[in-house]
T-cell receptor
Framework: AAGVIQSPRHLIKEKRETATLKCYPI?????VYWYQQGPGQDPQFLIS???????DKGSIPDRFSAQQFSDYHSELNMSSLELGDSALYFC???????????????FGPGTRLTVL | AQSVTQLGSHVSVSEGALVLLRCNYS??????LFWYVQYPNQGLQLLLK??????LVKGINGFEAEFKKSETSFHLTKPSAHMSDAAEYFC???????????FGKGTSLLVTP
């Protein structure tokens, strides 16, 4: 079965640079979520989109922005990178009711961002 | 607001022994509860979930969990541990479909021969 695709899988950036992470949800899924998992930490919710509109916002820094496109893929844009942004960034997708009785978030493999 | 607390950041069991990973939740509304497993350098895989209905939920790889409202718990169990079960386990809660997951701090399961 098709899964959530994230690219790139690994990314190395310098401080103050920008980065763009991409997420391709499972086909027909209309909701995308972004999570950040620091070293040894639990995943923290950043932001989510439903039908190309922002649906929920968590602890996303102002330096970050995201959007969902017409084909439902999503991009997380990160600017003025800091050392503390080094983390594993997960994208998850789901199919919202009423097309699904209850949604389940399916996670991608993550993008490991290292800021030097 | 909703949250989960996982008791025990590290749990060690012998191969073939019972696995019990504890999770207690706090939620102002009926919660949706999940258990995810994360193997090293990999993404999160859903083990099982509780939304409504039967309180005993069976998942993949022989795991199950029971939703106990009176105890605000959603503990994960497996009758017999296998070496391949060694991983990080996260309990998570949301208030419903389309909402973000709030994860616990995780429990690292070690299985010894």
């Amino acid at each position: 079965a098709a899964g959530v695709i994230q690219s790139p899988r690994h990314l190395i950036k310098e401080k103050r640079e920008t980065a763009t992470l991409k997420c391709y949800p499972i086909p027909r899924h209309d909701t995308v979520y972004w999570y950040q998992q620091g070293p040894g930490q639990d995943p923290q919710f950043l932001i989510s989109f439903y039908e190309k509109m922002q649906s929920d916002k968590g602890s996303i820094p102002d330096r970050f922005s995201a959007q969902q496109f017409s084909d439902y893929h999503s991009e997380l844009n990160m600017s003025s990178l800091e050392l503390g942004d080094s983390a594993l960034y997960f994208c998850a997708s789901s199919l919202a009711p009423p097309l699904a009785a209850t949604d389940t978030q399916y996670f991608g493999p993550g993008t490991r961002l290292t800021v030097l | 607001a909703q949250s989960v607390t996982q008791l025990g950041s590290h749990v060690s069991v012998s191969e073939g022994a019972l696995v019990l990973l504890r999770c207690n939740y706090s939620s102002s509304v009926p919660p949706y509860l999940f258990w995810y497993v994360q193997y090293p350098n990999q993404g999160l895989q859903l083990l099982l979930k509780y939304t409504t209905g039967a309180t005993l939920v069976k998942g993949i790889n022989g795991f199950e969990a029971e939703f106990k409202k009176s105890e605000t718990s959603f503990h994960l169990t497996k009758p017999s541990a296998h070496m391949s079960d060694a991983a990080e386990y996260f309990c998570a809660v949301s208030v419903g479909s389309g909402y973000a997951l709030n994860f616990g701090k995780g429990t690292s399961l070690l299985v010894t021969p």
